[in-house]
């Protein structure tokens, strides 16, 4: 009696040890995201700051500048390729004006100026522009809002 339990003990402790030699069932691979308008604020966030730059000269006329810095950073882990955004940064204020261009600027207009940019895999980007107004007029210091006009590219999370 006591050899046949031994046998079936042996033949239970076989069994459930070649159980658990079985292949795993291999994780999905994530599949990638296509960004747009209505969803990239799930996986990138976004910040504005405008600060005060001081004055300029240029050719005898003196100006008022201010910063615009836009930036951009992951709030989802994972990946990000060939995302490009194009936005309007609105200045608010009447009499500002981009005082660069090149370096992203694609238009300027009277409140807003409009840039695009490609995002880093990473996610983290920073552009700043530089604003001004005459400074013989008292404008208000100006404000700034985003628009996006347009994004493209995937997200893929990480694994």
């Not at 046998?7 to 994780?27: H, N, R, T, Y």
């Not at 300029?56 to 950073?73: C, L, M, P, Q």
């Amino acid at each position: 009696m006591r050899r046949i339990l031994s046998v079936f003990v042996v033949v239970a402790l076989m069994l459930s040890a070649s159980a658990c030699g079985a292949d795993a069932e291999p994780e999905p691979t994530p599949t990638a995201i296509q960004l747009t308008t209505s969803n990239f604020d799930e996986y990138l966030n976004y910040r504005i700051t405008v600060t005060d730059d001081g004055y300029s000269s240029k050719d005898g006329v003196v100006y008022r500048n201010a910063k615009i810095t836009f930036e951009i950073y992951p709030i989802a882990s994972g990946s990000f390729e060939n995302v490009e955004i194009d936005v309007a940064l609105n200045h608010f204020t009447t009499g500002w004006y981009a005082a660069e261009y090149g370096g992203g600027i694609k238009e300027d207009f009277d409140k807003f100026i409009r840039t695009d940019f490609v995002i880093p895999t990473s996610g983290n980007y920073s552009e700043t522009h530089t604003i001004s107004s005459l400074a013989i007029v008292n404008y208000d210091a100006p404000t700034a809002k985003v628009w996006f006009n347009s994004v493209s590219g995937t997200f893929i999370p990480a694994a």
